[in-house]
């Protein structure tokens, strides 16, 4: 089991920046693909960036790509996700997941821990 705790979130302005972490805490998380989600109102959620447990495989949306960077640190069991120029459609829930396997996945339902969730609003 993996417990998984989201923070960072906030209210900003377009262009600003906000940096995401995801906290784990259970078995170790060193070996588990993580990836970041988000949910706006009235939308499915949807992938925004992956990354594998050695860090050295990360892809991204195409909507975020290039303003979003994904990292982690395995000693703290920690991945951040650094949100930068923010726009008011990244407005949404964001969700940190953890994958059973070292697959690299894009799709929600090939994780089996979630978080829940840390609200970012964007305003224009």
């Given at each position: 089991?993996?417990?998984?705790?989201?923070?960072?979130?906030?209210?900003?302005?377009?262009?600003?920046?906000?940096?995401?972490?995801?906290?784990?805490?259970?078995?170790?998380?060193?070996?588990?693909?993580?990836?970041?989600?988000?949910?706006?109102?009235?939308?499915?959620?949807e992938?925004?960036?992956?990354?594998?447990?050695?860090?050295?495989?990360?892809?991204?949306?195409?909507?975020?790509?290039?303003?979003?960077?994904?990292?982690?640190?395995?000693?703290?069991?920690?991945?951040?996700?650094?949100?930068?120029?923010?726009?008011?459609?990244?407005?949404?829930?964001?969700?940190?997941?953890?994958?059973?396997?070292?697959?690299?996945?894009?799709?929600?339902?090939?994780?089996?821990?979630?978080?829940?969730?840390?609200?970012v609003?964007?305003?224009?």
């Amino acid at each position: 089991q993996v417990q998984l705790v989201e923070s960072g979130g906030g209210l900003v302005q377009a262009g600003d920046s906000l940096r995401l972490s995801c906290a784990a805490s259970g078995r170790s998380f060193s070996t588990n693909t993580l990836g970041w989600f988000r949910q706006a109102p009235g939308k499915e959620r949807e992938f925004v960036a992956v990354i594998n447990w050695s860090g050295n495989r990360i892809f991204y949306a195409n909507s975020v790509k290039g303003r979003f960077t994904l990292s982690r640190d395995n000693a703290k069991n920690t991945v951040y996700l650094q949100l930068t120029s923010l726009k008011p459609e990244d407005t949404a829930v964001y969700y940190c997941a953890a994958d059973r396997t070292t697959l690299v996945r894009t799709a929600a339902s090939s994780y089996d821990y979630w978080g829940q969730g840390t609200q970012v609003t964007v305003s224009s």
